[in-house]
Protein backbone atom coordinates (compact mmCIF):
# COMPACT_ATOMS: atom_id res chain seq x y z
CA UNK A 1 0.00 0.00 0.00
CA UNK A 2 1.26 3.57 -0.48
CA UNK A 3 -0.21 6.98 -0.85
CA UNK A 4 -1.37 9.20 -4.10
CA UNK A 5 -3.11 12.25 -4.33
CA UNK A 6 -6.07 12.98 -6.69
CA UNK A 7 -6.97 16.91 -6.85
CA UNK A 8 -9.04 19.21 -9.00
CA UNK A 9 -9.34 22.46 -9.32
CA UNK A 10 -11.99 25.04 -9.63
CA UNK A 11 -11.72 29.06 -9.80
CA UNK A 12 -12.69 29.28 -6.08
CA UNK A 13 -11.74 25.98 -4.37
CA UNK A 14 -9.04 23.51 -4.65
CA UNK A 15 -10.05 19.51 -3.80
CA UNK A 16 -7.23 17.49 -2.63
CA UNK A 17 -7.74 13.61 -2.05
CA UNK A 18 -5.17 11.91 -0.08
CA UNK A 19 -5.53 8.09 -0.75
CA UNK A 20 -3.60 4.94 -0.14
CA UNK A 21 -3.63 2.08 -2.93
CA UNK A 22 -2.45 -0.83 -3.85
CA UNK A 23 0.56 -1.40 -5.92
CA UNK A 24 -1.03 -2.03 -9.85
CA UNK A 25 -3.97 0.39 -9.52
CA UNK A 26 -4.37 2.46 -12.35
CA UNK A 27 -4.80 6.62 -12.22
CA UNK A 28 -8.49 5.65 -13.52
CA UNK A 29 -9.15 3.54 -10.25
CA UNK A 30 -7.54 5.86 -8.10
CA UNK A 31 -10.16 8.59 -9.24
CA UNK A 32 -12.74 6.45 -8.35
CA UNK A 33 -11.39 5.36 -4.87
CA UNK A 34 -10.42 9.21 -3.94
CA UNK A 35 -14.53 9.64 -4.63
CA UNK A 36 -13.98 12.80 -6.07
CA UNK A 37 -16.78 11.99 -8.89
CA UNK A 38 -19.30 11.71 -6.12
CA UNK A 39 -18.27 15.44 -4.73
CA UNK A 40 -17.68 17.04 -8.21
CA UNK A 41 -20.35 15.79 -10.55
CA UNK A 42 -19.52 17.89 -13.46
CA UNK A 43 -16.24 15.71 -13.98
CA UNK A 44 -16.38 13.72 -17.10
CA UNK A 45 -13.18 11.15 -17.59
CA UNK A 46 -14.41 10.88 -21.54
CA UNK A 47 -13.77 14.53 -22.03
CA UNK A 48 -11.42 15.78 -19.48
CA UNK A 49 -8.08 15.22 -19.29
CA UNK A 50 -5.91 13.78 -16.34
CA UNK A 51 -2.08 14.14 -16.00
CA UNK A 52 0.32 13.41 -13.28
CA UNK A 53 2.15 16.10 -11.74
CA UNK A 54 1.25 18.39 -14.71
CA UNK A 55 2.46 15.50 -17.32
CA UNK A 56 -0.50 14.10 -19.27
CA UNK A 57 -1.58 10.68 -18.97
CA UNK A 58 -3.82 8.23 -19.62
CA UNK A 59 -6.49 6.67 -17.58
CA UNK A 60 -4.50 3.12 -17.17
CA UNK A 61 -1.26 4.83 -16.22
CA UNK A 62 -0.40 2.82 -13.49
CA UNK A 63 0.82 4.86 -10.13
CA UNK A 64 3.82 5.21 -8.02
CA UNK A 65 4.31 5.93 -4.58
CA UNK A 66 3.19 9.90 -4.31
CA UNK A 67 2.33 10.66 -7.10
CA UNK A 68 -0.13 13.46 -7.54
CA UNK A 69 -3.13 13.04 -10.13
CA UNK A 70 -4.27 15.67 -11.64
CA UNK A 71 -8.04 16.14 -13.26
CA UNK A 72 -7.78 19.15 -15.92
CA UNK A 73 -10.69 21.54 -16.63
CA UNK A 74 -11.33 22.25 -20.38
CA UNK A 75 -10.04 25.20 -21.60
CA UNK A 76 -12.63 28.29 -22.02
CA UNK A 77 -10.12 29.98 -24.63
CA UNK A 78 -7.67 28.51 -26.55
CA UNK A 79 -4.36 30.01 -25.27
CA UNK A 80 -3.22 30.78 -28.60
CA UNK A 81 -6.53 33.36 -28.89
CA UNK A 82 -5.84 34.63 -25.76
CA UNK A 83 -2.46 35.79 -26.33
CA UNK A 84 -3.35 37.27 -29.72
CA UNK A 85 -6.86 39.12 -27.97
CA UNK A 86 -4.29 40.82 -25.33
CA UNK A 87 -2.25 41.69 -28.20
CA UNK A 88 -4.85 43.55 -29.81
CA UNK A 89 -5.90 45.40 -27.00
CA UNK A 90 -2.09 46.69 -25.95
CA UNK A 91 -2.00 47.80 -30.18
CA UNK A 92 -5.40 49.79 -29.62
CA UNK A 93 -3.55 51.28 -26.38
CA UNK A 94 -0.54 52.09 -28.17
CA UNK A 95 1.51 50.07 -25.52
CA UNK A 96 2.83 48.08 -28.32
Known amino acids: MFPVEVV ?6 HILKKITIT ?11 SQILDQVPGIDLANQK ?3 FGKLSP ?17 II ?3 DARRQRAAIK ?5 I
Not at 8 to 13: C, F, G, K, Q, S
Not at 23 to 33: D, F, K, Q, V, Y
Not at 91 to 95: P, Q, S, T
Open 59 to 75: LDTPLHPHDRIEIYRPL
Open 50 to 52: VGI
Open 78 to 80: DPK
Open 8 to 13: YALPDV
Open 91 to 95: LRRGL
Open 23 to 33: PGCTIHEAILI
